[in-house]
């Protein structure tokens, strides 16, 4: 499969993105988001845990910038064939995902029958 940054640039492009590609590249994005999310609250707590996301993921000038606000990470993410970049975990329809799916369910189902006897 392509980088998940071709895949974004093609659809960017207004060209056609094979629904397995556009799938992957989406759940890249997801995780993005959410990395993005624990790194903003780690920066407005401050203190030890911002320095030391600054030193771990903005010090490699190959792959991060503070200045751009790109985190290692992030440039990893987008230049991996989704694929490798995502665990089992996160792909739809793998054994490891429908295991963590289905115990997921399951504490939802308990956690709203619990609220909902209240």
Not at 22 to 50: E, H, N, P, R, W
Not at 85 to 101: C, F, M, Q, R, V
Request: charged share 30%; with cysteine; glycine share 6%.
């Amino acid at each position: 499969m392509r980088q998940t940054c071709e895949i974004i640039a093609d659809l960017k492009d207004g060209k056609e993105v094979p629904y397995d590609e556009l799938k992957m590249a989406c759940l890249v994005q997801s995780s993005i988001i959410f990395f993005y999310k624990q790194d903003t609250k780690a920066f407005l707590k401050g203190g030890f845990s911002a320095d030391l996301k600054k030193r771990m993921e903005y010090s490699d000038p190959e792959t991060s910038s503070q200045e751009m606000g790109t985190p290692s990470w992030y440039w990893k993410a987008i230049k991996a064939d989704p694929l490798k970049w995502l665990s089992a975990s996160d792909i739809p329809g793998t054994d490891e995902w429908k295991k963590i799916h289905a115990v997921g369910n399951k504490l939802l189902a308990k956690f709203t029958s619990d609220s909902a006897e209240r």
